[in-house]
């Protein structure tokens, strides 16, 4: 294979971060895998779109976060970021070794597979309420907005419920995790919204904490509050902070864009949704096909923090930038036979939707349990669910985060 030119590399990266490139990037991917797995946009940012390559590049812990300890001397990562940036940098998201290993078994200390498995009957509760809504004669002649009445409702519920949030303050979170998440977009616009949302979310967190450390419950923000105050070092007031707020954030943005992503597919598609009416076996495959085909994280990012690294056999020096395409890994034609057809039955699928190696995801169990609740039961009580035919769905604005704004839809003929 011939070395990517890197104007084609750096023409294929604009191109995604352009509106049209947000909105459907899968033919510049397409273009992309044309090149090669790993294409060298310049000396030291590289896009990395093949599976194997995207895969053991987050399997490296050569590859990390950018670093903003003092000690290193040419910090990656620009100092006067604003708040939200400098939140996020100290969540496990954005840790490196050892701070990550420490917040990360902590938090999965009290984020564990029973607690999420214990889950089970309360989101199917939650569901079954959502589901009574949507069916309310109130309902305007049966015309929803699934976004805002189902696919945000059901994540936010379970995760605050876990949480231990209100119910009352539930509304809030929307606009405020999506101007916050606007911040992890490649060209992202870190001031502003961003940074408002981020001093929102922690005005809003820290009387929580210190109401949750005064009168405790059987809820996470009590757990991980009385893991700081064991006072053996492993958990900073700032990192609790900054890691509640990204276990409320990515606890119901991303599975919102699932259950909107897959919606859309079934609306498309009527025989898949006969096929997933309760009982049948197919639900576990259709989301994750969902995962692959349309992946709520397109993209990632990894900074190279070692000498003589390599992606596939492409150098990548020390304090490279390297932007991990998880959605063109999906559809990687080297990896899944007829990548941009959507196909429920592939057999050995495994998408790289929740990322892998020490970052993967830590509530991907609970958002494939969300999604296997919701879309058997959805279907089940709405046979005859369809489009709205008169208003059209429209997508967020976002290459990061994949997902729609809004998905009319009729639950009711
Ligand atoms: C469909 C839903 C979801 C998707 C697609 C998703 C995707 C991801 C991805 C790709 C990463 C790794 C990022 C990286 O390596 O740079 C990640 C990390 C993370 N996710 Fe999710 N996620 C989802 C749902 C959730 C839920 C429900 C929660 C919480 C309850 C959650 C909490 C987290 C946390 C805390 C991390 C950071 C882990 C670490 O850095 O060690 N996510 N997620």
Sequence with gaps: MPPARPEDAAAILQALISPAGRLDPFPLYAAAHRIGPVLTVTDSVFLVVGYAAVNQVLRNPGFGLPDTTPSRSAPAVDRTAGAALRMMERSILRANPPNHGRMRSLISQVFTPRRVAALQPSVEAAVDTLLDRLAEPAADDGMVDFMDQFAFQLPVTVI???????????????????????????????????????????????????????????????????????????????????????????????????????LAILLDRPDLATALRPGSATTAGFIEEVLRYESPVQVTTRVALIDGLTAEDVPVPDGSDVILVLGAANRDPGRYHRPDCFDATRSDIKPLSFGAGPHICIGNSLARLEASVAFPRLLSRFPDLSADPGRQPTRRDRLVLRGYQTLPVRVRP
């Design 160 to 262: 605050c419920e876990l949480l231990g949030i209100p119910a009352r303050d539930r509304h809030k979170f929307r606009p405020l995790a999506s101007a916050l998440t606007a911040a992890l977009e490649l060209a992202g616009d870190a001031d502003g919204p961003a940074d408002a949302a981020a001093r929102d979310l922690g005005r809003y967190f820290t009387p929580l904490i210190s109401e949750r450390r005064t009168a405790p419950g059987d809820d996470l923000v009590s757990a991980l509050v009385a893991a700081r105050d064991a006072d053996d070092g492993r958990l900073s007031d700032e990192e609790l902070l900054a890691n509640l707020i990204l276990l409320l954030v990515a606890g119901f943005e991303t599975t919102t864009d699932l259950l909107g992503n897959g």
